[in-house]
C-alpha cells in the first residue's frame, strides 16, 4: 500500500469515525475533531477493545490522533495506554514522555527533585512552541500576579500583565501507590495535548500550559509494578499487599502538606511555585466511578480565600455537567470529604493562592479487568449524584483511564476558554493575601524567642521556609498591642526585643502560615459527623513554642530584616572551661548528641542547677573529652546550645551510654511507625530496624537491645499482631528478586504472614523482664495491656466523649520521671480518637472505681446532705477515712483489701502515671472536643513495670506526622533513661489531696 492511499483511507477511517459518533459528539460540536487529521486505528480499536462499556467512553478519548513523527505511549508500553496486565515503571513512564519531548516541540521535560530513595520526579511542561519557548517570561509575570507587592499592588498593571500570560495548570498522579492508573492516562493525554489538531485542543496548548508529574510517589510506584509482576507471574496464587508505599510513610504522604516532611511534597510545592501554577489538581483512584472531590463538603477550611471556594464549585459542577453530556455514568462532586485540613498535597495550591483539586476515579489496583460489586452507598442516588455508579460493572484500568483523560481534558478546555478569569482570581487571592494584615488580620504572628525553645522554633521556621513563607527578625526592640488571653480580655501592650521572629501576614503565603499558627476549633454541634482528618493542628501547640498572634497594625512598622537561617538560633558555645553544659528544654535532638559524640564523656545530671544566668533542669548534658571542631559541629547541626563551665557545678549525675535501639514494625502495615523512622533517622538516633518475625526468632533480645521501639501499627488487634496474615493460602514474599528488584530493600522477608507469634511475645517479655525498655503507642500500647506486660494499666472507657485528631492540654503527675525531664507543667499532645488509661494496684479486672461516692452522695436517712446518716439503736460507728482518688490515681486499697490479695502488684512495681489530661474544661487547644468528662484528667503517658525492665505507653501519638516536635522529647528522654526509669525519686510524688472524713457508708 503506498503511502498517499494509507492517508487516504487514514482519512476516510477518521471521517468515518467523525460521521458516525456518540450522539453526545453531535450535540457538543465544541470536542469536534480535526476531520483532516488520521487516526491511529490499530491504538484506536485496542482502546475500544479494552473499555468494557460503551458509555465509559467519550468522544474525546474514544480515538488517538495519527503522528508520523510523534511516538504513541504504545512504543514503551507495547499496547495501549490503560491496556489490561500491565503496569510501567516510573523509568519506563519517563522514558515516553523524554520520547515526547524530543519528538515534540510542545512538550519539555524537568527534572524536580529525587525521592527518599534517590529515584527522580519529573515535570513536563505541555503548550505551543511559542509558549514553550517564552516560558521564562511568562514566569516573570506570573510571578508579579502571584507576589502583587512587585507591581505595587496596582490593578492595572495587573491587567496589563494579566492579557499577556498563559496559566499553569499542575496535574500530579500517582501519590497513593496502589492507585495504578494516572501515569498510562497522562502519557497518553500528553499525546493528545501534542499531537491532537482538534479545535479545542489547539486551544488549550495555545492559551496555557499544562504541567505533568506522573508519578508522585516514585519509590511506591516501583515497588508497586513489582508486586504486580509478581502476581502476573503467579496467577494461581494470592499477591502480597504492597506494604512499603513510600520509604517512610503509605497513604499518609498525602497528609504532609503541613510538616512538609517528605521529599515529594517539598518537589512538588517547589515546582507549583517555580511555575507560579494556578492549579494542583492531584490524581486518586478510590471511589466509582469519577468523584470530583474539589467542592467537598464542609466544613470549609477557614484560613482559604473565599474566591477559591468559588472556583471549586465553578470547577466541580462545570466538570460534573460536562461528563454528563457525554453520558458517562457515576460522576459527581460535593461528597463527603470535607475541606478542612490543609494536609493533602493539592491543598498545597490552596495555600498557596492557587486552586487546589482532586479526582478520585475507580481503580483496580493493578491492572486486572475485574467483576466490581459496589457497596450500596456507592451505586445509591443521592441529591448529588443523580446519575450514580453501576452497582455491579465489569471495570477496566482502560476505563479508568478513560474517566482520567475525559475529566482532564473537559476541565482543561473549559479553564483553557476562562484563563483570564483564573489568573484575575490568582492575582486577586495573592492580593488579598498581601493585605490580609488591613482585611481580615492578623497583622502578623511574634515568636518571642527563648533559650529553652529555640530548638524546637528552629523545626519551625525549617517548615515555614518549606512552605516559602518570609520570616523577619525584629533588628531593634518594638511594643504593640497583644490580644487577652480571652475574647473578653482586654489587650495589653507587650514589648518584643530585637531578634525576635515575626511572620508579617502581608507577604503572598501569609495564608498557609496563618493556618499552620492559628487554633483550630470544630463545633461539637457541626452538621459534619464525620471528620476525614485531625481537627486540630496548630503548629504552635504542636511544637510547643510561645507564637502570639498580633492584631495591631503597628508591629509591621517596626524595625526588622529578612531572616533566612533557622540554625542561626541555636546551636553555639559560650563561656570558657573544660565542662560544656547542654541544657535539657525539650528539644529534639538532644539525644542526637549521645550518639554523634562518639569517644567524649557525656553525663546526664541527676538535679537541675545553675551556673551563672542560666538554669539547668534535671537531664541536662555535661560533655568532657571532645574537640572543639567536632562540639562546635554538632552542636549547630542539632541546635543545641553549649555553656562552657568555669566550675564543676558537682551536681549529682549519671554517665549516659548511647542506648542501643530496634524499631519493631509488623508485616501488617508499616503506615504510622514510618513516621517513627523519618524522626529517628533526621535526629540521627541509630536504631536496628526489625520486624516481629525477628523478635520471633531471636531469644534474647536483651543482649541486643537497650530499647524496644513498637511504634503504632495502625488499628490492629492484639490477636492480629501475634498471629500475622491468616495462613490459608500461599506464602507471600517480600523480598527483591530478579523478578522484584524494588522489593525487600527497607526489610525482606520469605513470607509475610506470619506474626510475633506467641514465642516472640516470650521473647519480648523476656525483653523487659531482663531490664530492658519497650515503647508502645495507641494499639501497640494496648497490645502490651492485652499480653500482660503492663501489670495494672488497662485502656479506660471513652463514654461518650468524643475526640478527633484534636490537639489537647496535659499535665506532668510525676514531674520527677525522666520521661518529663526539660518539660514545664505540661505540654500540647495530639489524640487520635481520645484514648486513656486506668492504673490500678492490681493486676485483673477489679473493680476500679467505688459504686458510690460517699463524698457527693449519701444514702436516704437522717440529716441534711452535708450529715452522714446514722442508723438507729446502736452504736455509731466511724467508717475508715477514704483516700479521695483522682481520675489518673489508682484506686487506695485498705488493709482489708490487701489481706492475702494474690493480684496486689508490689510497691515499685506499681505503674507510675506520667502524663494526665487536663480538666475537661481546660483541655481543648485545637479542633472537635465533645463530652470530653469521661476522659479528663485520665492518665495518657504511663510507666508499666515487669521484672526489671519497663513498659512505655503512650495513648497519644507523640512522633506523628512531623508535627509533634513538641513531644519527641518524651520519647528521646525515655531512650536516654531506659535504665534509670525506676530510680527513686528526689522529692515525693505531688501529695494526694486532704481529705475530710466522708459521710457514712450504708
Ligand atoms: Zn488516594
Redesign the pocket.
Known sequence: MNRSLLAKLLCTVALGLALAPLPAQQLDSKYARDPNQPVDQAYTDHILKYTTDKSFVSPLVNYLPASKTVPTPEKVLGDVSGAPNMLPYAEDVYKYFRMLQTASPRVKVFTIGHSEEGREMIAVAIADPELLNGLKENDARLAQLGDPRKIGLDDAKAKELIAKSYPVYYITGT??SI?TGAPTALMEMAYRLAVDDSPYIKDIRSHMIVLITPVVEVDGRDRMVDLYKWHRAHPNEKWPRLLYWGHYVA?DN?RDAMGMTLDLSRNVLNTYLQFHAQVLHDL???VPFLYDNTVGDGPYNAWVDPTLADEWAELGWNNVAQMQNFGMPGVFTHGDFDTWSPGYLMFLAAMHNGISRLY?TFGNGGADTEKRILDPEEYSRTWYRQNPPLPVVKWSQRDNNNYEETALLTTLSYFSHHTDHFLENYYLKSKRSVEKPQLAGPAAYVLPLSAADNNRVVELMKVMQRQHVEVQQLTASTTCSVPGEKRTDKPKDETFPAGTLVVRMDQPYSRIADALLDRQFWAPDDPQKHPYDDTGWSFRDMFHVNVVRVTDQSILKAQMEPFTDPLSLAGKVTGTGALVAVPNDGQVSLISLVYKLKGAKIEAVDKPFDAGEKHFNTGSLLISGVSEAELTAALHQYALDGTRLAVDPLVARHVVTAPKIAIMHTWLSTQTEGWWRYAFDTEGVPYDYISTQTAAKEANLRAKYDVIVFAPVGHVSSQQIIDGLPKWNNPLPWEKTALTPNLGRIDSTADMRPGLGFGGLEHLEQFVQQGGLLITCEDTAQFAIDMGLAPGVSVAPKGTARVVGTVLNTVFVDRESPVANGYGTGVPVISADGMVFNVSNTVGRGRERNLMDPYAERPTGRGSLQDSDEPQGRKIVKPEPLVKQEPWQPKPLNEDQMRNNLLLIPVGLRPDVILRFAEAKEMLLDGLLDKAKPIAERAIVVDAHLGKGNVLLFGNNPVYRGETIGNYGLVFNAILNHDRLDQPRTVEKPAKKPVDEPAAKP
Open positions: 501519590i497513593h492507585e497513604h498525602n486518586h483512584e478510590s478520585e
